[in-house]
């Protein structure tokens, strides 16, 4: 049995590195090698751009079990079979005794390469977080129904579910079923640092948005609402986009169509705190989320926000929140409106950053989720 003060070998698996998932990724492996532990990462190769690999090499000198990246297709198909035969040679190489998912695919390759090593008679602990994943699927839907079933064939190679927000807790028993296994909520974690305030630049835009470029997270939201925002207001107001996407260019030319290419400037994925200063307002569009960083990194720097009320969103504000829209672009308008019009009232609807400080951190995240680590692998033993 591995004693408390025993160093893991784990390794996190997850498909794409980009966004949340990649954020609490590193943050986890930051405070795991900090508590002694050797980690590594194995992900997709064909995702993500120069930002991502600054991040990565970053990251190189500190994990010991190294990161390895190969092809991993986002959809099923029958690629999968060779993506799958790679990643679980490298997996089986590292010789983890903690296997941690992240996501749809990064969870089933997982809970399976964890499983064959136990055949190998490697005590493995195998655990997984959805991040939203396949969880944003209708569960009415035929996409929907094999991707639950799924789920629910994977709990007997799942020891252990990490959820990230409460609503992501509540979507899984509502979509999958009451999970037989054992499983927590743990709230994604900021470091102190990232509390420092971050006032706007000289020449910052009204509005920022931040994030991937696709349907889900709302881009095709936000233009449109800016042409409602000038409606509403008769000014005509700025913007940045900063992120990438293979929906890129769909909304260069949306912008351009509504009139506002001019005041709308695409930017590069860049750390999230420089982009802060670039805009007064940053406003957070998703159609579907699960405990989504920016907002908390937002927040956490004294940016004012207008968000719509998705996934684990009104966990962080308060399911009241006068801040909190719907996914419509009306609805995103009007609020919008509202914050450039009166800039301070509207900042003063936000959440303190002293109760996000006490409720998100990285320490309390890093904490918990090696507890369910060790519990496992006792369980295991």
């Not at 492996?29 to 590594?40: F, P, S």
């Not at 009320?309 to 966990?315: L, M």
């Not at 995103?332 to 509202?338: E, R, S, T």
Request: charged content about 20%; aromatic content about 8%.
């Amino acid at each position: 049995m591995l004693s408390p003060a025993h160093p893991l070998r784990i390794v996190h698996c997850f498909r794409s590195p980009v966004g949340g998932i990649f954020r609490h990724v590193r943050d986890l492996t930051v405070a795991q090698v900090a508590a002694g532990h050797k980690v590594g990462i194995v992900c997709d190769s064909t995702t993500g751009g120069e930002f991502e690999e600054r991040l990565f090499d970053a990251m190189r000198g500190m994990l010991a079990l190294g990161i390895h990246r190969t092809p991993m297709q986002r959809h099923i198909g029958p690629g999968d079979i060779a993506a799958a035969w790679r990643t679980f040679r490298i997996i089986k190489e590292l010789q983890p005794n903690v296997i941690h998912g992240h996501g749809a695919k990064g969870g089933v390759y997982a809970r399976l390469f964890g499983s064959l090593l136990r055949v190998f008679r490697s005590r493995v602990a195998r655990l997984y977080s959805p991040h939203g994943g396949s969880l944003h699927y209708d569960e009415g839907t035929a996409t929907g129904k094999v991707f639950f079933l799924l789920e629910r064939k994977m709990g007997s190679f799942t020891d252990h579910l990490l959820f990230v927000s409460d609503y992501e807790q509540r979507a899984y028993r509502k979509k999958v079923g009451e999970p037989p296994i054992p499983n927590a909520l743990v709230y994604n974690g900021l470091h102190e640092q990232e509390f420092v305030p971050v006032p706007a630049n000289s020449e910052a835009a009204d509005f920022l948005y931040i994030g991937m470029m696709r349907d889900l997270k709302g881009p095709d939201l936000f233009i449109n609402a800016l042409a409602s925002v000038e409606r509403r207001t008769g000014r005509a107001v700025t913007a940045e986009m900063v992120g990438a996407g293979d929906d890129l260019p769909h909304y260069r030319k949306q912008a351009a169509a509504l009139g506002l290419g001019e005041r709308v400037r695409f930017r590069p994925p860049m750390p999230a705190r420089e982009a802060f200063a670039l805009g007064r307002t940053i406003v957070v569009p998703s159609r579907a989320e699960a405990m989504p960083y920016i907002v908390l990194e937002a927040l956490a720097a004294g940016k004012p926000m207008v968000a719509t009320a998705v996934g684990g969103i009104p966990e962080i504000f308060g399911g009241q929140s006068p801040a909190l829209v719907t996914p419509d672009v009306e609805d995103l308008g009007g609020k919008m409106a509202a914050a450039l019009l009166e800039p301070e009232a509207y900042a003063s609807l936000m959440p303190s950053r002293q109760e996000l400080r006490a409720r998100f951190g990285a320490a309390v995240m890093a904490a918990r989720i090696e507890e369910a680590y060790r519990k496992m692998l006792r369980v295991a033993a």
